[in-house]
């Protein structure tokens, strides 16, 4: 079965760090790009960072530029979102998904379309 495990979630005030995690099980991240979206209460999803197996290319939506950075640990089948200085705008779920494919100079997320999808974890910044 083909799941996407998202933890590392929680409250932190503005200014503070969370580290998420994207754990993979029935499937290895080779031939996929894993990215980080999210969605705020009344908000549309939003893709906030993308990054490659097959060139290790990544892409981050300007708000999150400087602030966030996605890694993956392949020996581990997991995709990781640090993100530090968060912000109040930073709140809302975070959900991991796969889209799968070669893809090379990840670009915009919208380009892309993902096969597999978390269900999700929670960040909140207090102000």
């Known amino acids: 079965e083909v799941q996407l495990v998202e933890s590392g979630g929680g409250l932190v005030q503005a200014g503070g760090f969370l580290r998420l995690s994207c754990a993979a099980s029935?499937?290895?991240?080779?031939?996929?790009?894993i990215g980080w979206f999210r969605q705020a209460p009344g908000k549309e999803r939003e893709g906030v960072s993308l990054?490659?197996?097959?060139?290790?290319?990544?892409y981050y939506t300007d708000s999150v530029k400087g602030r966030f950075t996605i890694s993956s640990d392949n020996t581990k089948n997991t995709v990781y979102l640090q993100m530090d200085n968060l912000k109040p705008e930073d709140t809302g779920v975070y959900y991991c998904?796969?889209?799968?494919?070669?893809?090379?100079?990840?670009?915009?997320?919208?380009?892309?379309?993902?096969?597999?999808w978390g269900q999700g974890t929670q960040v909140t910044v207090s102000s």
């Open positions: 029935g499937f290895t991240f080779d031939g996929f790009a």
């Open positions: 990054i490659s197996s097959s060139d290790g290319s990544t």
């Open positions: 998904a796969a889209s799968r494919g070669l893809h090379y100079s990840v670009g915009p997320m919208g380009r892309y379309e993902y096969n597999f």
